[in-house]
């Protein structure tokens, strides 16, 4: 169980993790000492503070959901998981329960990157079936908001 003061800290670093530990310390009422050693343990727990990049500053102009059905084997499944992890257009790779196996989320240029992606995917006898949702827009995206809410709650 997360105490108090650091739901307080963390939610400050999702809010803006490039704080001064002088300005956390401000807003948390937690000591500057308190407060690098407790970052100092979440980086060595596993956390990292990263940047958010709107991705058609750097040409990638679509964003769509591939869902899969695959083979039953668990090994085949395993080798899928690995080769679908490898692609630096996959951005999330998910196990769903329902009529598809897996959902795959792609960040690309433009529908001939996807067209591309789509021919590699289904040339793999792994997935036998495929279906895909191109993104025309979206309303939210905001990846802290889940974790800023269970802090607060």
Request: charged share 30%.
């Amino acid at each position: 169980m997360i105490r108090k003061k650091d739901r307080i800290l963390l939610k400050e670093l999702i809010e803006d993790s490039r704080l001064k530990i002088v300005d956390l310390s401000e807003r948390t009422g937690l000591t500057r000492q308190s407060i690098y050693s407790k970052i100092h343990n979440l980086r060595k727990s596993g956390v990292n503070f990263t940047t958010d990049i709107n991705p058609e500053e750097l040409g990638l102009n679509l964003k769509a959901y591939i869902f899969i059905q695959a083979e039953s084997d668990s090994e085949v499944r395993k080798n899928l998981t690995k080769n679908i992890k490898k692609l630096r257009e996959v951005s999330q790779l998910h196990y769903i329960l329902g009529r598809y196996d897996l959902i795959i989320e792609v960040v690309l240029k433009n529908r001939n990157h996807l067209k591309e992606i789509l021919k590699k995917f289904q040339s793999w006898p792994a997935i036998k079936k495929t279906e895909t949702f191109i993104v025309y827009d979206t309303v939210k995206f905001n990846l802290k908001d889940p974790f800023i809410g269970a802090l607060e709650g």
